[in-house]
């Protein structure tokens, strides 16, 4: 009857509460994309399961509605069903709940659940084929296509008085380049008997020594810098997944009380665990610049100035 149950009301609220065994919840792990791996796990559903629980009295009148008991006898039926539960987990015989998983109990009295992963139904998406246009020119492989005409060479025409200018152009451009020349040749084998004196052994400071191994990491160093600057902005520009803490709490039972509170006034929470600790947030799928304004609104809409931000 008890396993009856957990699995009728268990998936009906997601809360589950069986006094003085435990307390069992569904909780939602969203889709998660790394960028450093670029791998994207899938959402899931997961029972979890504490041996901390409130009654509520849910269970007693679960069975009473279900025996058409009244209350009183449908506590005494409680305790029976219970009994007879914990007596099987103390053989050490699993305890199975098709669909959500199995309770084992240990020599030392301790509970273990070991749960099942509960399917979830993925979305679908839809892609828009991209239509290209099309080249009108043919560029089928084979296609011949005729050279370009080539554009024959106009010849000057020679006169005697073009040609007269020609030499005289000739002679006074073939002049003025030798005395260019003189003074250039001049500083070019100044600049040589330089170099080769500096050069010399014991005719000055020897030439520096290049350190190339170091020119090599400073290279090394430089490409580093700038692919740490590209995956930086890589990451800047790409939706990531933050959690605004709400609470955390050390008893997943008390984050689950806090999400139904909060569902009331129309709030989504997600609960996750990380530290030991179960805390309760608003799931963000936001830029990574754009995560202060979303965080000062979630402050101002449950006014408090204590809610971070967990990535």
């Given at each position: 009857?008890?396993?009856l149950?957990i699995?009728?009301?268990?998936?009906?609220?997601?809360?589950?509460?069986?006094?003085?065994?435990?307390?069992?919840?569904?909780?939602?792990?969203?889709?998660?994309?790394?960028?450093?791996?670029?791998?994207?796990?899938?959402?899931?559903?997961?029972?979890?399961?504490t041996?901390?629980?409130?009654?509520?009295?849910?269970?007693?009148?679960?069975i009473?509605?279900?025996?058409?008991?009244?209350?009183?006898?449908?506590?005494?039926?409680?305790e029976?069903?219970?009994?007879?539960?914990?007596?099987?987990?103390?053989?050490?015989?699993?305890?199975?709940?098709?669909?959500?998983?199995?309770?084992?109990?240990?020599?030392?009295?301790?509970?273990h659940?070991?749960?099942?992963?509960?399917?979830?139904e993925?979305?679908?998406?839809?892609?828009?084929?991209?239509h290209?246009?099309?080249?009108?020119?043919?560029?089928?492989?084979?296609?011949?296509?005729?050279?370009?005409?080539?554009?024959p060479?106009?010849?000057?025409?020679?006169?005697?008085?073009?040609?007269?200018?020609?030499?005289?152009?000739?002679?006074e451009?073939?002049?003025?380049?030798?005395?260019?020349?003189?003074?250039?040749?001049?500083?070019?084998?100044?600049?040589?008997?330089?170099?080769?004196?500096?050069?010399?052994?014991g005719?000055?400071?020897?030439?520096?020594?290049?350190n190339?191994?170091?020119?090599?990491?400073?290279?090394?160093?430089?490409?580093?810098?700038?692919?740490?600057?590209?995956d930086?902005?890589a990451?800047?520009?790409?939706?990531q997944?933050?959690?605004?803490?709400?609470?955390?709490?050390?008893?997943?039972?008390?984050?689950?009380?806090?999400?139904?509170?909060?569902?009331?006034?129309?709030?989504?929470?997600v609960?996750?665990?990380?530290?030991?600790?179960?805390?309760?947030?608003?799931?963000?799928?936001?830029?990574?610049?754009?995560?202060?304004?979303h965080?000062d609104?979630?402050?101002?809409?449950?006014?408090?100035?204590?809610?971070y931000?967990?990535?």
């Amino acid at each position: 009857m008890l396993q009856l149950y957990i699995q009728e009301v268990l998936f009906k609220q997601r809360v589950c509460v069986v006094p003085q065994l435990g307390t069992f919840s569904v909780q939602h792990f969203p889709a998660h994309y790394n960028s450093q791996t670029q791998t994207l796990t899938p959402p899931r559903e997961q029972v979890m399961f504490t041996q901390q629980w409130q009654d509520d009295g849910s269970c007693v009148e679960w069975i009473a509605l279900k025996e058409n008991l009244v209350p009183a006898v449908a506590q005494r039926k409680f305790e029976k069903y219970l009994e007879e539960l914990k007596e099987g987990l103390k053989s050490g015989t699993p305890l199975v709940l098709p669909g959500i998983g199995q309770l084992q109990g240990d020599f030392a009295g301790n509970i273990h659940f070991h749960a099942e992963e509960l399917p979830v139904e993925k979305a679908s998406l839809d892609i828009t084929p991209i239509h290209r246009p099309e080249n009108k020119t043919d560029n089928k492989p084979g296609a011949y296509t005729p050279p370009p005409t080539p554009v024959p060479a106009i010849e000057p025409i020679m006169t005697e008085e073009v040609e007269d200018t020609l030499e005289a152009v000739t002679e006074e451009s073939g002049f003025k380049w030798w005395w260019a020349a003189i003074p250039i040749a001049a500083v070019i084998i100044g600049v040589g008997i330089w170099l080769y004196l500096s050069n010399t052994p014991g005719s000055g400071e020897a030439a520096p020594v290049v350190n190339t191994d170091s020119i090599a990491k400073q290279h090394v160093a430089d490409s580093l810098k700038q692919v740490a600057i590209a995956d930086s902005i890589a990451a800047a520009n790409t939706i990531q997944t933050y959690y605004a803490v709400i609470n955390p709490h050390k008893d997943s039972s008390e984050a689950v009380k806090e999400q139904k509170k909060q569902a009331k006034w129309g709030r989504t929470l997600v609960i996750y665990k990380r530290d030991s600790l179960f805390r309760t947030a608003v799931e963000l799928h936001v830029l990574p610049a754009d995560t202060t304004p979303h965080l000062d609104t979630i402050r101002r809409e449950f006014k408090r100035s204590d809610i971070y931000l967990e990535h």
